[in-house]
Structures are given as structure tokens and as C-alpha cells.
């Protein structure tokens, strides 16, 4: 019956994934509140734990978001004293990111998160990275394609 009902709204696979990503960062947020973390600055700590001492450029490429939008979650991450901006030596455009010891020392307890939402998931690990590879071709299709 639903076939000839196209726009049904659970027939939307944005809205499955929208729904989810909602429920996801529902997840996190409750996790991420003890260590006084949002949502988006754990993401930009995660590109730092991976490589310190990035530009706002570069981390912005990683998120697949635009700097202007980062720059609040950079300002008040550096507000709470786990990074700092630097002006680029060669290029005073550019805005050198690096974490200070407090925000280093934090990666522990993220780690801990990433444990609770994989439990929260109830997944097992090979459905799990399949389910990541599956969103990350998708994702790489939709940010390829035209409209």
C-alpha cells in the first residue's frame, strides 16, 4: 500500500536519518554534559585529538562545515581553556588551532563516551562499521552530486 504513497513520511530516508541524527545527538548530549561539552565541540576536539595545531580551514574541511559556523564552537572551546588560536606566522589570514594540556587531558574522557554510545547502539562492531560505510559513501555521493 505504501508504494503508490510516496510521501509518506516514514517512506523518507531524509527523515530516517534526520530522526536518527536527532536521536544520536540526544545520546551525546547527555554523555557529553558531565564534561561540559556540546555536541559540535566534541566534534572539533575529535579533529584535534587526531591532529593538534590545525587551521580553522582545515577544520572546517573535516566537518564538512563552513568556518563561519565553527568559529562560535572554536571561541568558546578556547573560553573554557581547551585550545587556543594563534594567528598563521606566514599568513595573518590564517588561524592556527592547538589544544592546551586541559584539553588534551580530556581525550580520556571522551573515550569513555565513544564506549557508551556504541553500547547505547547495540550493534556489533562489523554492523556497525558497515552502517559508517555505508553513510560515509552516501554522504561522498550527495556532496559529489548536483542539483
Same mark, same amino acid.
Given at each position: =500500500? /505504501? ?13 530516517? %536519518? ?5 536521536? =544520536? @545527538? ?9 564534561? @561540559?561539552? /556540546? ?5 572539533? #576536539? #575529535?579533529?584535534?585529538? !587526531? ?21 562560535? *564552537? *572554536? ?12 594567528? &598563521? &606566522? ?8 592547538? %589544544? /592546551? !594540556?586541559?584539553?588534551?587531558? %580530556? ?5 569513555? $563516551? @565513544?564506549?557508551? $554510545?556504541?553500547?547505547?547502539?547495540? =550493534?556489533?562492531?562489523? !554492523?556497525?562499521?558497515? #552502517?559508517? &560505510? ?11 552530486? /548536483?542539483?
Amino acid at each position: =500500500m /505504501t508504494e503508490n504513497q510516496p510521501l509518506l513520511l516514514d517512506q523518507q530516508l531524509c527523515f530516517a %536519518l534526520y530522526s536518527t541524527s536527532l536521536a =544520536m @545527538n540526544k545520546i551525546y548530549k547527555a554523555l557529553l554534559e558531565p564534561i @561540559n561539552l /556540546t555536541y559540535p565541540q566534541f566534534l572539533v #576536539l #575529535l579533529v584535534l585529538w !587526531e591532529k593538534d595545531g590545525g587551521t580553522l580551514k582545515e577544520l572546517s574541511q573535516r566537518l564538512h562545515q563552513n568556518p563561519g559556523a565553527l568559529t562560535p *564552537v *572554536v571561541k568558546r572551546l578556547e573560553k573554557q581553556g581547551l585550545l587556543v588560536r594563534r594567528r &598563521g &606566522g606566514k599568513d595573518e589570514r590564517s588561524l592556527a588551532i592547538e %589544544l /592546551t !594540556e586541559d584539553g588534551r587531558a %580530556l581525550r580520556e574522557q571522551a573515550a569513555a $563516551v @565513544n564506549q557508551q $554510545v556504541a553500547g547505547t547502539c547495540g =550493534m556489533a562492531q562489523q !554492523e556497525f562499521e558497515n #552502517l559508517r &560505510g555505508t553513510l560515509l559513501a552516501l554522504r561522498g555521493r550527495l556532496e559529489g552530486g /548536483t542539483v
